[in-house]
């Protein structure tokens, strides 16, 4: 392809809203361009790249047998109503109403669509396990889209999804997908960091997330040390997080030695560190009290503490029911910070926040600052596991200006539950192998999902199995973003020059620059150029009349792996000489000619069979 | 691809709504489903066909020289407002608002999107001619969808735009656009008829449809009768041809012999029917005088009969502004009937429609029935060039109860202008060569027009020429449906089985059947099969437990070009055979087994070159 007939505008200068590497370059490299804000338009030498990253997706969805589909991108309403989701997804979905006035929706992910079709094709056990996907243009009415096609509106992602039987059969086609996932990656040259997001010392593995360190990252990782040494696999999400439990080594001895508590006067005392000032003592020693206000909590509550007025709705089969909202006192170790996704997760609520003054002041019968836990009988309390080894403690003392000292967990006070609901953080310890953990920023790349019932049995999806039985199919769901995974890919690739592609996702694999595209300088670049593409080879021939510093600044800008610079003097010389360089050197050689092109296809061979291995 | 494993639902049923052909075979074959009124999906099989259409719209587009670039499908409604088709498009363009109140489109075509990212990166003459094409996502809110994804309100186009500095440079690639259109439905195996969207007669060629005939196209074709034989090839949508004109042979004699025009009573009698039973003669004596309102005029009516009034909106450079309406007195032979499209263009109006009841009385001082062109001061007189050869004729009198008679064009009544705004008929002449025409019910699957200056100029794009002045742009656009593009290859390749693909886009080349999968059979399967998939065919292999008949019905129905039967009985004789059927045949044959690799692969490749020369 002829540099001169294609549309590849680069520039020097960037937007001002471009703050990321890969936003910046992918503008000035002429990838993409912003039509408005978060919707973009792949220019051709983008969407070179963007084909081949979808290309490696396909084929490793298709090599672990799961099926191309495409539904439409427009969706009606109904299904979303079937499922809850029209209510459930608020302002991100984005909605449209058709001259009818019937709603319909532009799909952000497509669970409804896929589900709805199979429900009506699916009858028998024989059909299962069943995993479709589509690889789609998706929509998502994000409130602030930034970073360029890192968080667009509009976007194009792989979303795949499965059907089974049986957990076993689920979990054979996730663990397949994980593995696709990491081909997947690995090709593109992207180097992921796999988390789960659940617990992982909980033994589950129902969702992992395929994260890319990254600055501007909106994920926190938990990291194990001694992954870097590939002894502990450990990786999480902050807010699934877990941390081996340091508890106190001096067990029940030391709780046996403790006096009883005591009340103590700590007049204007609210915060752990005046508390600490004030008994000159560290956080640790302390045991925090919170209020929470829990929504769409799905605990059975009839027997908790404070809670006899409660009303659950819509009790239904197998389920306690939903509370529309409950209180609860939450107590964890002085040092420690709550995780409020863990602990909604405990609570199997839809959402927790701090209570308001007004309702701590009326359910603790004190001001904001001196709730604790011993006497507490107005709300159920939920304690981390950090505070059941606490056994000499300093708690508030549900009255203003007041403190309990020498409080022990288990004599001077019960929990209702005891969870692990703490945020953790650098320098706690690995759940798996007890080494110190650390942090980094992530995006994430893809999810994979064990989705069980929740949509089969919303949107009654059955089929007959071997006895002749209706039975509900469980569900998986897989996701990749594609513009992103691209975008990411130049984050982990590029130098202050420019992007540079892995042989395996570049829009060319060579660049060929003529000092002057004419007589013998024609004809050797001609002739190197066919050879190379007969092999596959893609070159891009920069055929401008430009001087050779402008073509080199926009090869080094557009990243393209191999450049071949031909002059007249190279070719003067008793043996012909091209100068080759790789993107990724410093330094270019002289080759012969007659050697130019074998050793070329040799190298991007080799290259991409490294990617694809 | 192991059928078992594949997502294959045949129906024997079709829904009530599928009406023709390939709206039935979709959805019997599995290709299909609905997901809402006018929105399908696409299952596996559907869109293996699908990707192989596109494919071939995309090769072809690339070997002109057309960029593929991927804008947003959600476009800012401010680039419709630019080029004025927001007020413009109605109520089929999808509006949307998405959370902060902005207004944004689902993008029916991208004539905006693509003028303004090219506007932002053409600085210079060097950079022209461009062109750029998507294949994407479109979508237009009919208000009745039908026929399947023939007319679905969500489709896939592929639509190119090029930029241009002069005339011959767009009518280069407007040529070669032409070209690849018809490569591309030869290599689809479509027959498809090239229709000159204005009129041929004209010389110009700035519209070309290419239409399948279908008993359920919404264009009516006119076309030449010499065709079949190669001699003329006039071809035209009815909304724009034309005909020879059949001017009376007396000539100017004849009217030199009429006599003067007098008035006769004519009680009760207002058509042409009751006229030509009153005056016992035939339709073709008679002017036909209608009175029609137009809607955003162009003409310049300052001097027009009867439009002293009006007053022309935003007149512009070089243009005489825009009239909001007017009125137009329309005569032809009695005969002809006026085609209201050539009437609008000969008008420059958006819309005619005809005149009320009461603007007729009002404008012709006469009852509905009367009107005629003699001595109408009240309404500027558009005649059809037929009526200028007329000798003797009878008109409305523009009084009740009254007709002329005796009258001559030209001596009694002049007109405003004469134009060409007969709808032309089956039997009306060529005017190319005069011989007869016929028409045919067709559907368009693509379109090539040439867009001139209207999205340049609204939108302001420019460039600077060799002279370093500042120069418009001049452009084309080129669309094809690829949804109706694959229904419209099943409704001229099927037979009362199912679909007979074309191995161009056939979902899979080869369907092969053992009649038990197992032994000695799966061993000869296994082996022909990893000989054709080596040499690049695709091959399905039915290997589900179903009775022979389930398995033949189902591969008829799905179209596979090669069926290739296994059996017990073929293996026993003293030369192993299998049974190899043509799809388009109705006959099968016995073919060695050693041979019926290297046989199918000789012939498929055979055909497949056929369709790609």
Not at 49 to 62: A, S
Not at 214 to 231: A, K, M, P, Y
Not at 274 to 281: D, G, M, S, V, Y
Request: proline share 4%; with cysteine.
């Amino acid at each position: 392809m002829n540099y001169s007939h294609q549309f590849i505008p680069t520039l020097r200068e960037v937007p001002a809203d471009a703050v990321i590497v890969s936003h910046r370059l992918m503008f000035r490299a002429g990838l993409v361009r912003k039509l408005a804000n978060g919707l973009f338009g792949y220019l051709p030498l983008g969407l070179r790249t963007f084909r081949k990253v979808e290309q490696i997706v396909r084929e490793e969805m298709n090599a672990i047998g799961a099926l191309e589909m495409k539904p439409p991108v427009i969706q009606p309403a109904e299904l979303w109503k079937e499922s809850g989701r029209w209510d459930a997804m608020g302002e991100s979905l984005l909605r449209v109403k058709n001259r009818l006035d019937n709603d319909f929706i532009v799909t952000p992910t497509a669970e409804e669509a896929f589900t709805a079709i199979v429900r009506d094709e699916l009858s028998s056990y024989r059909q299962l396990p069943l995993a479709l996907y589509q690889i789609n243009t998706k929509y998502r009415d994000e409130i602030r889209p930034r970073y360029g096609v890192m968080r667009g509106r509009e976007f194009t992602m792989k979303d795949a999804y499965s059907w089974h039987a049986n957990e076993e059969s689920l979990d054979n086609t996730y663990q397949a997908m994980g593995r696709a996932y990491r081909r997947i990656f690995k090709r593109c040259g992207l180097s992921v960091i796999p988390v789960k997001a659940d617990s992982g010392a909980m033994g589950g593995s129902g969702s992992e997330e395929f994260m890319v360190e990254s600055d501007i990252g909106d994920n926190t990782l938990i990291l194990c040390n001694s992954q870097t040494q590939g002894l502990c696999e450990y990786a999480a999400n902050v807010e699934k997080a877990a941390c081996k439990a340091d508890f106190s080594c001096d067990g029940d001895n030391a709780a046996a030695n403790t006096p009883n508590y005591e009340k103590i006067d700590t007049p204007n005392v609210r915060t752990i560190e005046e508390l600490c000032a004030f008994l000159k003592t560290e956080p640790k020693t302390f045991i925090k009290t919170l209020i929470y206000r829990a929504v769409n909590v799905e605990l059975d509550l009839s027997s908790a503490p404070g809670c006899g007025d409660l009303k659950a709705n819509k009790p239904s089969q197998g389920s306690p029911g939903v509370y529309a909202h409950a209180f609860f006192a939450v107590a964890i170790r002085g040092d420690l910070d709550v995780n409020e996704v863990k602990l909604a997760a405990a609570l199997k609520a839809s959402e927790v926040t701090l209570a308001s003054d007004l309702d701590v002041q009326r359910l603790t019968n004190a001001p904001v600052g001196f709730a604790g836990p011993v006497g507490l009988q107005t709300l159920p309390l939920i304690i981390d596991q950090s505070v059941t080894a606490m056994t000499n403690a300093v708690t508030g003392a549900l009255a203003k200006d007041a403190h309990y000292k020498h409080v022990v967990y288990g004599r001077d006070f019960e929990a209702w539950k005891i969870e692990d609901i703490r945020t953790v953080k650098a320098g706690d310890l690995c759940p798996l192998c007890g080494c110190e953990l650390y942090t980094k920023m992530g995006n994430e790349l893809g999810h994979i999902f064990k989705l069980g019932y929740k949509y089969t049995n919303s949107m009654n999806v059955s089929y007959l199995d071997e006895n002749g039985k209706t039975q509900i199919p469980t569900m998986g769901c897989y996701g990749i973003g594609v513009d992103r995974t691209m975008a990411s890919v130049i984050e982990e690739h590029h130098d202050e020059t420019g992007i540079i592609w892995p042989v395996s996702v570049a829009p060319y694999h060579v660049i060929v620059i003529p000092i002057k595209y004419d007589g013998v300088v024609k004809e050797v670049a001609d002739k190197l150029i066919n050879e190379l593409t007969a092999s596959g080879i893609e070159v891009l021939l920069d055929d401008r009349s430009e001087r050779p510093g402008v073509k080199f600044n926009d090869a080094d800008l557009i990243g393209i792996p191999y450049r071949v610079v031909i002059g007249d003097k190279g070719l003067g010389l008793v043996t012909a000489q091209v100068e080759v360089k790789n993107r990724k050197e410093k330094e270019s050689c002289m080759v012969d000619v007659d050697k130019a092109a074998k050793e070329l296809i040799q190298k991007i061979q080799e290259e991409l069979k490294i990617y694809n291995s």
